[in-house]
């Protein structure tokens, strides 16, 4: 495989990154973008529209989004049929074309467009954009179409007389993508992936992440995408997925968000089962509550700056974002002290200044389910070292706030928040081998996690006693920042299918293989020789 990871630009003083960052963000100033749904091809208004704004500055609206009806989501589907069959038929390499023009663009003349939308967008800062909606997506464009090459290539042994092959078709249908607010590369990745082996996509994006997510819908199509192939239906989700889910040429489900709206898909899918033309495919990314455990043999700084990243980038609002922390009390006073001055040094605010290093939370939903959190925490006694204040005023922030908790069953250590909170364990340095029996019972996801050692019979002990805990596991590293071809991405238990997205594991699901077997010289006798 000859390809190598897209180069993370730093934006530093005086770069022409930067420049042209600040000018992709100054053609966003007073503009409102009317984002349509995009159905075969065309622009349409939908049922409805809804004002996005900033979650920085609230009063400043970026967009206004259109809505999809039920006969929207019929039409879409109708599209993504009909299109199957010409697109199923392109060869491959044609298709691959498309998707790596487009991870040229991104890299090129597109790049800062989609780091402008995502930063006012979603609230990231210049470099938390540019890992997401420039580096990643682009590794996914790319490797996605190398992996599908290397999987294509695995073939059946040929005996005396025949051709064995595989055929790697498309699933019989049209696969629904539905992607989060969080991450743009997740968002372009979920409805490409299928596509580029021939799947048509109905394409739902979360309500939020609407204005970076229509822009990449509009360089598809400067890329050569055909019309019908990617169908981008923003809508209300019960509306929408209430349609989808009753067609059936339903044929699979790229999913990332919460357990909860994965959970009522699937049942949703059971329920409907006998209507399909075939047993739909179902992928889906969902929760965690991802830790980081340190061992008294640890780096102190190391663990202090891995948990400051690890859980206040981008809010805290990374699915791999470390939520829960088990620290040994020889040395927590380090830690503390590390941790605790340089939280005092972190700047939040409006991400267009660049020294800020945390924008605000996604909106009026997330702030008020984080700060209810950090509300119920306080009155139940636990102790909150940093933060544990929020304002709404102007945009939705929440300080990054650490809690002390004695109690391993506290809320805050076993649910989801999915914000700036981190929640400490402080733990007997001799009681290391009950800690891990904590960590790995007490949440029911199991997605990212990270351990702290520098003793190697920790690591390795840790490494077999939480090998369920974590489909993504750290080893003196903080848990968040899978690379697309370096750490395949996802988690078992609650958090999902673990079906690795930037792997060809991934692709695998969006294939449904036909065998064919070619003998040169068909028998022309039915009688065996043991008959004789």
């Not at 003083?13 to 091809?41: K, Y």
């Not at 040229?104 to 402008?116: E, V």
């Not at 210049?126 to 997506?137: F, R, T």
Request: include cysteine; proline fraction near 6%; glycine fraction near 8%.
């Amino acid at each position: 495989m000859n390809i190598t990871n897209e180069t993370v630009l730093n934006y530093a003083p005086d770069s022409a990154e930067r420049a042209d960052l600040r000018a992709a963000l100054a053609h966003h100033a007073g503009l409102i973008t009317e984002i349509p749904l995009v159905i075969d091809g065309q622009r349409l208004r939908g049922s409805g529209a809804q004002p996005l704004c900033a979650p920085h500055d609230h009063r400043r609206q970026l967009a206004t989004v259109s809505q999809a009806g039920p006969a929207d989501v019929q039409r879409a589907i109708a599209a993504a049929v009909a299109a199957q069959v010409e697109w199923a038929a392109m060869p491959f390499d044609q298709r691959a074309a498309i998707f790596l023009r487009a991870a040229d663009l991104l890299a090129g003349p597109w790049r800062q467009k989609l780091n402008a939308a995502t930063m006012l967008g979603q609230s990231k800062t210049a470099y938390q954009a540019e890992i997401d909606s420039a580096c990643e997506l682009i590794d996914f464009l790319r490797f996605n179409v190398a992996f599908a090459r290397d999987l294509m290539q695995q073939q059946p042994i040929s005996g005396p007389g025949m051709r064995n092959a595989l055929d790697y078709r498309p699933l019989e249908g049209f696969v629904y993508a539905v992607t989060p607010f969080n991450f743009t590369a997740i968002a372009g990745n979920l409805p490409c992936a299928p596509a580029l082996l021939g799947n048509t996509v109905v394409w739902k994006p979360a309500f939020t992440a609407s204005l970076s997510n229509y822009l990449f819908m509009e360089l598809l199509e400067a890329a050569g995408l055909p019309p019908g192939v990617i169908n981008f239906v923003p809508g209300a989700a019960s509306s929408v997925s209430e349609a989808v889910l009753d067609a059936p040429d339903f044929a699979g489900l790229h999913f990332t968000g919460s357990t909860e709206v994965f959970d009522a898909l699937w049942q949703q899918v059971a329920q409907r089962l006998p209507r399909y033309r075939s047993y739909p495919r179902l992928v889906g990314e969902t929760g965690g509550k991802d830790f980081v455990l340190a061992h008294a043999s640890a780096d102190a700084d190391a663990v202090a700056v891995a948990l400051l990243r690890g859980a206040f980038e981008y809010q805290g609002q990374k699915c791999s974002a470390a939520s829960r922390a088990y620290l040994p009390a020889s040395l927590w006073p380090k830690i503390k002290a590390r941790l605790l001055d340089d939280l005092a040094t972190v700047r939040m605010g409006n991400v267009e200044d660049f020294s800020n290093f945390m924008g605000a939370v996604i909106d009026r939903k997330a702030f008020d389910r984080i700060a209810g959190h950090i509300d119920r925490a306080r009155a139940d006694g636990h102790r909150v070292l940093a933060g544990g204040t929020y304002d709404d005023s102007e945009g939705y922030f929440v300080k990054p706030t650490v809690i002390e908790v004695d109690d391993p069953q506290a809320v805050t250590m076993r649910e989801e928040i999915f914000g700036p909170v981190l929640s400490v364990m402080v733990y007997p340095d001799h009681t290391w081998s009950e800690v891990l029996t904590t960590v790995d019972t007490t949440s029911p996801y199991a997605l990212t996690g990270a351990v702290f050692a520098n003793d190697a019979r920790a690591l390795a002990q840790a490494s077999a006693r939480l090998r369920f805990s974590a489909g993504n596991f750290y080893l003196n590293d903080k848990p968040t920042g899978a690379v697309v071809g370096q750490q395949p991405f996802g988690g078992g238990r609650r958090s999902g299918t673990n079906d690795k997205a930037g792997s060809m594991l991934n692709l695998q699901r969006w294939t449904s293989p036909r065998t064919v077997k070619e003998t040169w010289v068909p028998a022309q006798d039915y009688r065996y020789p043991s008959m004789r």
